[in-house]
């Protein structure tokens, strides 16, 4: 009879510190939550873990957290494992080990729980879009990291569904198949995942794996767009430049673009800087091209420095320099851009051999990284 009195005592003190928790009253949650955990009650073992991971009632304290974790976790508590284990993969709290995460995460995989399942599947892809580590070079097994997904993606996990299908959509881990890959993206799309309906909104835009469908396109990537997915947002800037699935607006074409540059997209920016220069959509301002095509070019994107080369060459936005111009024609020129390579021939006709190694030495000095680019844009200026 004592027995029974003392775990209804410890099951009235756990919903009372749950109660207190959801409703914000830490200081009573971390009371009740204290005195259960420290009893060995796994659940408020990993709801203290929580507190300290999250600083709710106490100071945050990460090695705090992943020692309350691991006292839940080692009594089979799954969403324990989880959370230990993704500290394993990140170092916090703990020195980052990815064999003790695969260990504590895959307890919880086994369990049925589909965020440990996903989380297995980053550890051993280490290029998937929403990865959560970097997997060692000795651990990568495409075909391994495809069966975790598909155990989490049937869960109905969104961000598995979506990496399932660009598995699929690379044939990685799995043979390759554009009709899969468009499944699980529609799955994880229809959950409101904004990078799924991005990538599925392509899919339709080039009909891949699905019947082309400019409108289709046009909504989904609208959706995404709204949710602050750059890629989406440039794309759908692009499709009302063309007219693509929506009726050609050189306003719109400019609100999006501008929100993908805004948000640091590369390619949005050079299409910017484009579009000043024409002045559609937005006021004709060259100073406004140069500095859009300096953001682009200082990511690494050659047909920016291009055009940043040919604004310093003709004084247009920014002071003539023809020694910065030679230095980004030489910069993108080495990184494949013909046309680039091909000015630095002129240019030289009008530069000493001491402005020729002025330029060539800051080009040497660049270190800038190397985006892909987008397959098409704005356009030429006329």
Partial sequence: MAAGLVACKADDLRASGWRAYDRGDYETALVETRGLAEEGVADAQFRLGLMYQDGKGVEQDLVEAAA??????????????VNLGLMYLDGSGVVQDTDMASKWLR?????????????LA??????????????????????????????????????????LGWMYLHGEGVEQDDVEAAKWLRMAAEQGLGVAQANLGLLYARGQGVPRDERQAAYLLGRAAEQGVTAAQLQLGLMYARGEGVAA??????????????????????????????????????????????????????????????MYQHGRGVPRDPVSAYAWYSIAGSR?????????DVLAEALTPAEIDEAKRRAEAWPGTHPDEVLSGIGEPH
């Fill in 122 to 163: 980053t550890i051993y892809h280490p290029d998937l879009p929403w990865r959560t580590t970097i997997a060692r070079d000795e651990i990568r097994d495409y075909a391994t990291a495809a069966n975790w997904l598909r155990l989490a993606a049937d869960q109905g996990l969104a961000v598995a569904q979506a990496d």
């Fill in 336 to 344: 494949g851009d013909a046309a680039s390579a091909a000015e630095l």
């Fill in 107 to 119: 307890l919880a995989a086994e369990q049925g729980i589909a965020e440990a399942r996903f989380s």
């Fill in 249 to 310: 607006n050189p306003e719109e074409t400019a609100r999006w673009i501008q929100r993908a540059a805004g948000n640091g997209l590369a390619e949005a920016q050079i299409n910017l800087g484009l579009l000043h220069l024409r002045g559609d959509g937005v006021d004709a301002d060259p100073a406004a091209a140069a500095k859009w095509f300096q953001r682009a070019a200082d990511q690494g994107l050659p047909t920016a420095q291009r055009h940043l080369a040919r």
């Fill in 68 to 81: 309350w974790y691991r006292l839940a976790a080692e009594q089979g508590y799954a969403a324990a494992q």
